[in-house]
T-cell receptor, first 114, second 114 residues
Framework: GAGVSQSPRYKVAKRGQDVALRCDPISGHVSLFWYQQALGQGPEFLTYFQNEAQLDKSGLPSDRFFAERPEGSVSTLKIQRTQQEDSAVYLC????????????FGPGTRLTVT | AQTVTQSQPEMSVQEAETVTLSCTYDTSENNYYLFWYKQPPSRQMILVIRQEAYKQQNATENRFSVNFQKAAKSFSLKISDSQLGDTAMYFCASTGGGADGLTFGKGTHLIIQP
């Protein structure tokens, strides 16, 4: 595909359930970012991968959040024991690590925790 | 650390008018990159325009241009001949590049009236 894809687009989870959100970056993009966007706010950085290496996870809000990119392509963001405050849109973006540093975003996954 | 401030939560203009969205930022980086992203109601974040801080010339992309004032740390977006399809949330963002995630402002909701 030409762009970043994410699945599922919508996820409803009961409090306490685990969820897994998937991101397929643009082919050949080395860098991959996850962001959390609360309603009416700008996205906030969660974590960054360069290939399979997670180089920055300083934005992950708690140890319930875990991200991986085992083969340097597809990435999964996992949230364990979901809480209501986890309700947000989760955005994935990919880019080359050089040049203009512009990031290309996927459509996001809207997570609602009930 | 970087901060981005957008002081206009919402703006409304008539179709074909020119509108300017404001953004100020703060950064400790010597070199950095600035972006404007558009997020229509469908939620996919789209890159509008980017500016490298080391370039003095203001970036232009068709109807979109920026006024980059480095000393004032100001990065405004001008949209000329506004169109109904320009209605969206607009986010200003900055990054130091490489492994740095984007730091976003809170956004400006732009409404183009017919």
């Amino acid at each position: 595909g030409a762009g970043v894809s994410q699945s599922p687009r919508y996820k409803v989870a009961k409090r306490g359930q685990d969820v897994a959100l998937r991101c397929d970056p643009i082919s050949g993009h080395v860098s991959l970012f996850w962001y959390q966007q609360a309603l009416g706010q700008g996205p906030e950085f969660l974590t960054y991968f360069q290939n399979e290496a997670q180089l920055d996870k300083s934005g992950l809000p708690s140890d319930r959040f875990f991200a991986e990119r085992p083969e340097g392509s597809v990435s999964t963001l996992k949230i364990q024991r979901t809480q209501q405050e986890d309700s947000a849109v989760y955005l994935c973006a990919s880019s080359f690590p050089t040049g203009g540093y512009e990031q290309y975003f996927g459509p996001g996954t809207r997570l609602t925790v009930t | 650390a970087q901060t981005v401030t957008q002081s206009q939560p919402e703006m409304s203009v008539q179709e074909a008018e020119t509108v300017t969205l404001s953004c100020t930022y703060d950064t400790s980086e010597n070199n950095y990159y600035l972006f404007w992203y558009k997020q229509p109601p469908s939620r996919q974040m789209i890159l509008v325009i980017r500016q490298e801080a080391y370039k003095q010339q203001n970036a232009t992309e068709n109807r979109f241009s920026v006024n980059f004032q480095k000393a004032a740390k100001s990065f405004s977006l001008k949209i000329s001949d506004s169109q109904l399809g320009d209605t969206a949330m607009y986010f200003c963002a900055s990054t130091g590049g490489g492994a740095d995630g984007l730091t976003f402002g809170k956004g400006t909701h732009l409404i183009i009236q017919p």
